[in-house]
């Protein structure tokens, strides 16, 4: 493994279906827009509540990424 210069930025997914589809849509989103992303670490978990059921996840992430040239 080389040595690598990474940025990290954090990102909130959403699903109503659970909180795995919710870490896999906002990866798949946000690799549309950031290169070369090389992990993922969930920071929270939440979930949204209506009658007496989870009716939506929210999941926040960290995103590392290496920087061109490193």
Do not use: C, P
């Amino acid at each position: 493994m080389s040595d690598h210069v990474y940025k990290m930025i954090e990102i909130v997914g959403s699903s109503a279906t659970s909180s795995d589809d919710a870490v896999r849509r906002a990866i798949e989103f946000a690799a549309g827009s950031v290169r070369e992303m090389r992990w993922a670490e969930v920071v929270e978990t939440r979930a949204h509540i209506e009658n007496q059921k989870i009716a939506h996840w929210q999941v926040k992430l960290k995103i590392g990424f290496t920087l061109e040239g490193s």
